[in-house]
DNA sequence: CATGAATGAGTATTCATTCAT
DNA sequence: AATGAATGAATACTCATTCAT
């Protein structure tokens, strides 16, 4: 039973909610503080949302779609393994590091029960299982396959991948270091170092 | 004015706040709930922590010691950076696994507003600045200026360990990928090339 | 300022407050539901009624007025006063049996307080003051002063009636017992001996 | 999860819900107005029952069994049909007219969904199948097979007698007529003819 | 005129905290 | 000191009514 007309309205709900969320997390971010910074009444959220979980997991689709936008651009398809995983490693750090509040709001998201069923690594995983499939996942089997990285499950890889540049992009946001584009490339090469076989 | 107070009541209250939260969430858990598990009057928790907040915050405090402990206990002072740096990553990796709650607690808190003053290395380092520190922070910085590692910001090598480390940890936890010795050793190994200069 | 008004959407909307009403009652019935039903924006509801106090009542304006026809219609005027009565009770049993949706929201009506002012009785007894009136209220005046009826209040022979009726006609309506003619007659009778003097 | 401890405060609310409840409808009563005027904290109400639909259910049973027990006090067993009759009929008569608030609210109550499951004449009649049974579902059944009644549906002279004077108390209770000692005895004796075989 | 999107007051319910026992 | 009943502020959600299109 939901009729929205205004795009802009239901843009503006989506940004209040990843910003609240980012800052406050879910149960700290009422419906009606959404409502207020979008510049809505209290009651117009649920003529684009029918409640609040459901806010949130549409909130979710939007930040996900627009980053996974984010990797698809520009992708070296063709190329070689470093070049493409520098692909990834580099629009995800600077998705993260210019879009922070998305960031957040998808930290908040696959540590609540929200995102549990999820997994981070699936988020980028499309259903593909061709050839030349543009997910970091089917990169790593690749990897594994062609022997450039290490013997270890491919989760494990996205683990350490996934795991240290999110801990980096939480850290640069607080301010306690700088992803600049050198940065991000001297940390791109450790973790490749990680993942590649010596 | 500083009223008796029951040692053991007070650690099981820690217990159950640990336990609650570390599997519904801070706002899911409500203190009466938490003084329920705990076998003590919902009243009598404001005997010991002045609110919820602190009460959050004390537990951490006692996951953090604990963990503290674990680390140091064993330490092998004196040997190779190496070995110290292995250590480290084995006695996380084993109290991560053993302790499900305490670190799905610790996500739980850095993750949320509460953590988000302190940093996760900042949980280790404790007050040292003495040569032979038994601290990661420690150890990453002598391994930077010995030439070992890359020529990073010490945080940057922090980030890529514990980011590694509790993404492994929490995909364990949910079952996704099983953590035993013998992997974890291919993981310390792995990080190792991550911070190491080549 | 009166403006112009289309007679047959006026009619759509009472004929789905009518329906919703009964089913759901009052509180259970938002104006948006009787607009949808009634094929009618939301707002136009708002051009025939003021608010939905004022369309309750004018619902239930309509609805007597369509029972007062159907217990004119085919009166026996002239007629001896058994025969007047039974062509009461019957009429008024067919009515209800065969509009269930029109008794259901006289029941909630009158069991609301909406209908608190009113009583059942007025709903019948229209401006007559003449004498042949065909209202139930004048037949049992006339029968008291002619001694066929027991001598009680007027208003206690009407309750008899009615509150028999409705309270058979309810479980006729949910199944609990079945208004054929044959038992309609049956009833009849059976009121009778209770207005009756013997 | 309910503790309750103090009957005095769960009646305060039991009365506060018939008293509110009768004059306005369930939707027309919030849970606050009940608490305001059973003089408890809004909060509290939910100690003493889980949500407004088993507050309802529970001051109905309350209601109730307090009638019940009116109707079984002194009553006749052993007597004629007709003096057992006449117990039924005045002990529901100065029921009704002694505890309005009662009354209104089981009206309330069987005319809702909450009640229809229920119905008025399965109130009295316990799940009694011995012969003295002291309930006036039995008592009909008795009249019909021996004769005394009509050859009706049990449930069709229960629908005059609870009918009639429903609507009769309610009337009462509205001021427009007068339900004394001597008209109740009357309107018994008319009703008593309805049920009767002439 | 008709519409239905927008509004915000109103409602049930939860829960951190207090305090009488 | 310990308890847990009582409280009321806070929150998600609904719906009568308005008004721009």
Redesign the interface.
């Known amino acids: 039973m939901i009729h929205q007309t205004d795009p802009e309205k239901r843009q503006a709900i989506l940004r209040a909610t990843i910003e609240l969320v980012a ?6 971010t009422p419906m009606a503080m959404i409502a207020a910074r979008a510049g809505v009444g209290a009651g117009s959220i649920y003529r684009y949302f029918a409640d609040k979980e459901i806010l949130i997991h549409e909130t979710f689709a939007e930040v996900s779609s627009r980053m996974h936008e984010a990797m698809v651009d520009g992708y070296p398809r063709g190329e070689s393994i470093r070049r493409r995983y520098e692909h990834f490693f580099l629009c995800m750090s600077h998705f993260f590091v210019e879009n922070s509040s998305d960031f957040a709001f998808l ?2 998201y696959f ?3 929200f995102g ?1 069923a999820l ?1 981070r690594d699936k988020m980028m995983e499309q259903q593909c299982r061709d050839t030349d499939c543009e997910s970091l996942s089917c990169l790593i089997e690749e990897g594994i396959k062609s022997g450039h990285f ?1 013997d ?2 491919p ?2 890889h996205i ?2 991948v ?7 992009a939480r ?1 640069h946001i ?1 301010g ?2 700088t992803l600049d584009a050198k ?1 991000i490339q ?2 791109a090469d ?2 490749w ?4 076989r ?1």
């Open positions: 800052k406050r997390g879910f149960h700290a930290r908040q540590d609540s029960p549990t997994r290490k270890l499950p989760l494990a683990c350490i996934f795991g240290s540049l999110t801990s980096l850290d607080h306690f270091l940065m001297l940390i450790a973790c170092d990680a993942l590649a010596h």
